[in-house]
């Protein structure tokens, strides 16, 4: 089976009605990324920056995955998809994507604040101040925020080697390392980006769909199967 790599971003997940970021004025949900998506923001104010992901994690437990999402579930039936998000959100393994692996981390867990190996499963639940892990350590969001490390990039990027084709969705490819992930996949590969904006500076070989997620991954899709 040809090895299907997808990219997907913020973009991915907008028509089931979760906000991007760069769509409004680089705040995220009336939010500067700083106060709720770095370090700094959690050691000045935990209690926000728990608050804000308690309330990220409830809206996307109630929305559903939208057509591009079901797409992508669809192809394995023809490829090895291989999913490499930078979603904290589950509509991917919702929609019945198998192979799914999270750069930026995920909204349904939690992970201790004194030893990152511990990550818990916490489903829907809030998690508050005082919640702790089974050391005795506050348990925080488990999502990568921004200045720090991303462990899964060497295991993203040396997927992206074995890619026989690659397939962008929704990202604005301003968040590094991610959007260096491109540059992991071989020469000469067929390679598409699913965007209604599409980034600057891309490569020429990226053949762009200017459209939604939905209505573009459909376009892609009929490209992908006469590939086979
Ligand atoms: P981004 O917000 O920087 O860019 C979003 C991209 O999606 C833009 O290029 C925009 O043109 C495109 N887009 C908008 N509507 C679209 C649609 N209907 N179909 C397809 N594309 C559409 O997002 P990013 O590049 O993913 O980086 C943002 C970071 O923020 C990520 O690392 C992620 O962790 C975090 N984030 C995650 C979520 C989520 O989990 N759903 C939501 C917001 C932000």
Avoid at 28 to 49: Q, T
Avoid at 61 to 84: C, M, S, T
Wanted: proline share 5%; glycine share 8%; net charge negative.
């Amino acid at each position: 089976m040809m090895r299907l790599v997808v990219l997907t971003g913020a973009g991915m997940s907008a028509e089931s009605g979760i906000a991007t970021f760069r769509g409004s004025d680089g705040l995220w949900e009336n939010h500067r990324i700083v106060d709720v998506a770095s370090p700094e923001g959690w050691a000045k104010n935990p209690h926000l920056v728990l608050d804000f992901y308690n309330q990220r994690r409830k809206r996307i437990l109630e929305v559903a995955p939208n057509r591009g999402h079901e797409i992508l579930a669809e192809l394995e039936e023809h490829f090895d998809v291989q999913i490499i998000t930078q979603n904290i959100d589950n509509l991917h393994e919702r929609a019945g994507s198998k192979n799914v692996m999270h750069l930026h981390g995920e909204i349904t867990k939690a992970r201790s604040t004194s030893d990152a190996s511990i990550v818990l499963d916490i489903d829907g639940s809030e998690l508050n101040w005082g919640d702790l892990c089974p050391e005795g350590s506050q348990l925080r969001p488990h999502i990568v925020w921004f200045g720090e490390e991303v462990p899964m990039i060497q295991p993203a990027a040396e997927l992206c080697t074995t890619a026989d084709v690659f397939l962008i969705v929704g990202t604005s490819l301003q968040v590094y390392p991610a959007a260096g992930l491109i540059h992991s996949t071989p020469l000469g590969i067929p390679q598409y980006i699913v965007d209604p904006n599409t980034p600057a500076g891309i490569s020429g070989q990226l053949q762009v769909i200017a459209k939604g997620a939905s209505e573009g991954l459909e376009e892609v899709k009929e490209k992908l199967l006469r590939l086979l």
